[in-house]
C-alpha cells in the first residue's frame, strides 16, 4: 500500500504526551492570571509541583511500585497546576503544600492511583482546604489597576513564605472580594445587579480581569479540543446548561439575577468545563453520560451561586457529579451489535 493515501494508522499519544498538551493548554489562562494578578501564581505552581512530584515518589516507594515511570507521566504536575489555579495566588506555602499533599496522597493514591481515583483529585484538594481553612481561601488579590498598593514580586514571595507583608501594608489594602463574592453579597443586600456590575470590581462582562483569565483558559480548552485531547461534549453541556439556566433566570428577574455571559466569565466555569470536568478518569467513557454527567455539574454550579453559601459552585458540582458516574456510565452504554435490547 503506498503511504501517500488514507487510510493511516497514527501512533496514539501517551500518558505524558496527553498530559503534557493539557498543561501547555494552561499557559494562555496562567499567562493572563500573570498579568491581572501578579507573578504570585507562579510560585504557587512551582511549590505544587514540587509538593506533587515529592508525594507521588513517596507514595509509590510506600507501594512498592516504580517510580520514576509516573513522575514522568506529568498527572501528578496536572493536579498540582489544578490545584494551585484554583487557590488564591498569595495564599501562604503551606496551604498549597497540604492541599497538593492531600490531592496525591489521598484522592489519587487511597484509591489505587492513576486511573483508580472515583473523585477529581485537585477538587478534592480544593473542598478541603475550602472547608478546612476560610479565610486563607477567600483572600483573593486585588486585580492589576484597582487597587492603591500593589506588591512587587519579591514582596509576594515574602508574603507566602514568612507571612510579612510592607510596613503600614494590610491584607485588607491588597485584596478583596471576588466578583462572584462580591456579586452574591451585595444581592443579600438588596442591592440591584445594575448598581453591583457598576461597580469598579467588574468589567465589560464579568470581572475586572478575570473575564480575561477565563478567556485564556477557555483558548486552551479549544485547543485541547482540536488536538482531540478532550471531546467537545463535556464542555459544551456544561457550559450550555449554565448558560441556560443564568438566562431563564435572567429572564424571568434581570435585576436579581446577572447575565449568562456573566456566569461563563466568572469563577471557574472555563477551567472547569476545559480542564477539570473532562478528567479522563473521573468522568464518563460514553458520550451519552458525558452529557447527562456535564449537564448535571453545570445544574448544580449554577445552584449553588444562584442559591448557596458558596460564590462559585464548580468544585462541589464535579464531585456530586463524579459520585454518580458508575450509575451514568451503566445506563449509558451503547446497544451491543446484534443484540435487540441495551444491557444494563
Known amino acids: 500500500m503506498s503511504a501517500f493515501f488514507s487510510p493511516f494508522i497514527s501512533k496514539p499519544d501517551s500518558v505524558s504526551q496527553i498530559m503534557l498538551k493539557v498543561l501547555l493548554a494552561l499557559i494562555p489562562g496562567i499567562a493572563m492570571y500573570v498579568w491581572y494578578f501578579g507573578p504570585a501564581i507562579l510560585v ?3 511549590l505544587a509541583s514540587i509538593t506533587a512530584l515529592a508525594t507521588e515518589a513517596l507514595m ?3 507501594r ?6 509516573s513522575l514522568r507521566d506529568n498527572s501528578a504536575l496536572l493536579t ?3 490545584l494551585a489555579l484554583s487557590i488564591p495566588p498569595l495564599a501562604p506555602w503551606w496551604l498549597i503544600v497540604v492541599g497538593t499533599a492531600f490531592c496525591i496522597a489521598v484522592a489519587k493514591h487511597l484509591y489505587g492511583g492513576l486511573g483508580n481515583n472515583l473523585f477529581n483529585p485537585a477538587m478534592i484538594g480544593f473542598a478541603v482546604l475550602i472547608i478546612s481553612f476560610p479565610v486563607p481561601m477567600t483572600q483573593w488579590l486585588t486585580p ?3 487597587g492603591q498598593i500593589e506588591l512587587s514580586f519579591a514582596e509576594q514571595i ?26 452574591k453579597t451585595n444581592l443579600h443586600l438588596d442591592q440591584h445587579i445594575k448598581e453591583i456590575l457598576d461597580m469598579p470590581i467588574y468589567g465589560r462582562l464579568a ?3 478575570s473575564e480575561m483569565v477565563a478567556a485564556g483558559f477557555a483558548l486552551g480548552g479549544l485547543y485541547l479540543i482540536a488536538a482531540r485531547i478532550i471531546s467537545w461534549h463535556i464542555p459544551v453541556a456544561y457550559l450550555g446548561t449554565l448558560f441556560a439556566m443564568a438566562g431563564i433566570f435572567h429572564l424571568t428577574d434581570p435585576a436579581h439575577y446577572v447575565s449568562p455571559l456573566f456566569h461563563l466569565l466568572s469563577g471557574a466555569a472555563t477551567i472547569g468545563a476545559f480542564f477539570i470536568l473532562t478528567d479522563p478518569v473521573s468522568s464518563p467513557t460514553t458520550n451519552k453520560g458525558r452529557l447527562i454527567f456535564a449537564a448535571g455539574a453545570g445544574l448544580i454550579t449554577y445552584l449553588i451561586r444562584a442559591f448557596g453559601n458558596f460564590p462559585d459552585g464548580t468544585a462541589f458540582a464535579t464531585l456530586l457529579m463524579n459520585i454518580c458516574v458508575p450509575l451514568i456510565v451503566l445506563y449509558t452504554q451503547p446497544r451491543v451489535f446484534g443484540r435487540k435490547e441495551k444491557q444494563p
Open 207 to 209: 470581572g475586572h480581569g
Open 158 to 183: 515574602g508574603y507566602i513564605f514568612l507571612g510579612a507583608l510592607p510596613p503600614g501594608v494590610t491584607m485588607d489594602a491588597i485584596t478583596m472580594a471576588t466578583p462572584l463574592d462580591t456579586l
Open 64 to 69: 512498592n511500585r516504580p517510580i520514576a515511570p
Open 60 to 62: 509509590l516507594k510506600l
Open 80 to 82: 498540582g497546576w489544578l
Open 144 to 146: 492589576h489597576g484597582l
Open 44 to 46: 504557587s505552581i512551582a
